[in-house]
């Protein structure tokens, strides 16, 4: 696994980076060689957060976590990666190597660990996707009181979704190929 560390508002000890390779070495046995780690810290005041995404195989996973100390922070995004990729076994039993996911799963797997949750679709809603621009997407989104919006770009022609991130302000996903 390729594994990129960036700092933000900070320089990141020589140490630092080498706990966060070896921390996430730990999933080489899972993701192949192509699957690409991004691990971005940032410091504001005494906050640290750690995230951490994993790509591989056109999937993502993505983990947070703030702690006034930076090598705690670590420590839980990388539990927070562990429980995802368990929680997410089905799935990827079919993309990835499933003997090493389950010689992983077998390591990582804790009595005090929540039981493994069943996806059920509840409800199905289908709608007109009308193109327009991100502004209209927001307005639109806002006065649905909802947290997120599907729409159809009006200058990529692209479906696109946006949405209200914790701190108030908004993001913008949208497809990318998988090169």
Partial sequence: MKVTITGRKVNLRENFKELAVKKLSRFDRIFDENAAAKVVVTVERNRQTVEITIKSNGMIFRGEATDPEMNNALDQVVSTLGRQIRKNKAKLDKQIHSVALDQYLQEYVNANEEPEEDYKVVRTKHFIVKPM???????????????????????????????????????????????
Avoid: W
């Fill in 133 to 179: 621009s991100v502004e209209e997407a927001i307005l639109q989104m806002n006065m649905l009181e909802h947290q997120f919006f599907m729409f159809r770009n009006v200058e990529t022609e692209e479906i696109n979704v946006v949405y209200r991130r914790k701190a108030g302000n908004y993001g913008l996903l949208e497809p990318e190929d998988n090169d």
